[in-house]
């Protein structure tokens, strides 16, 4: 029992330490409500590429940080925040919008998923499209919905270009909408892997996990309103 109570507090340790630093700390809240480059970030909080190497290295050894290959163009990587670790020292933003958008691909299965469990949880208007809209919403995502006690019988996909408004608060939530979405879309990113791919329940009981913790987190930041 000694031992195991040492090996949790020096893991702890490693956390508080990786936190250490004015840089990593920034790093870790600039990734609080979205993924991002590493180029993103360096260019953002003003760091050369080999400093912000250093910090990422220290951050992913503690277990805090961890990349993911795009899955749409493959040479590029993701850097996500591993929020489990932090537990309750993740800090809160705030932001107001007079709607949430999710966008994907094929506005078939993540985007839909996460518009349901956004209605769930607060009461910020929600929408949600695609970049090239699939005929209908996959069976699959229905199906997940149906499990937890939510229904997509009357979602419908869309096109972005209908969907979106000026100030609508834009939530990419696949690697393919966020690199072919326009550059001058404000927009958080969410790189959820796609479970249509997959084509199994247990990769849409996945992306719907992952879904409902990311909402979970940027639902109390968001407020009604204009920013």
């Known amino acids: 029992m000694i031992t195991d109570l040492l090996s949790q507090v020096a893991r702890r340790a490693q956390v508080h330490a990786a936190l250490g630093d004015p840089a990593r700390l920034a790093i870790v809240d600039r990734l609080v409500l979205g993924d991002a480059a590493p180029s993103e970030v360096g260019g953002e909080l003003g760091l050369s590429s080999n400093l912000l190497a250093h910090h990422v290295k220290l951050l992913e050894q503690a277990g805090v940080v961890e990349r993911l290959r795009s899955e749409g163009d493959r040479r590029r990587t993701y850097l996500r925040l591993v929020p489990s670790v932090l537990g309750g020292l993740l800090p809160v933003g705030h932001r107001r919008a007079p709607r949430v958008v999710f966008v994907c691909s094929r506005n078939s299965a ?7 469990l956004w209605k769930r949880r607060s009461r910020v208007p929600v929408a949600s499209a695609g970049i090239e809209p699939a005929e209908r919403v996959h069976p699959l995502a229905m199906a997940t919905a149906k499990a937890h006690r939510m229904s997509l019988a009357r979602a419908r996909t869309a096109h972005v270009d209908e969907v979106l408004r000026a100030r609508d608060l834009v939530v990419a939530v696949c690697d393919n909408a966020h690199e072919d979405l326009d550059p001058a879309v404000q927009r958080l990113h969410w790189s959820v892997p796609d479970p249509a791919r997959v084509g199994t329940k247990t990769a849409f009981e996945d992306a719907f996990r992952e879904l409902a913790d990311r909402v979970d ?9 204009q920013e």
């Open 217 to 225: 987190r940027l639902a109390p930041t968001v407020t009604s309103g």
């Open 110 to 116: 993540r985007s839909q998923l996460a518009a349901a």
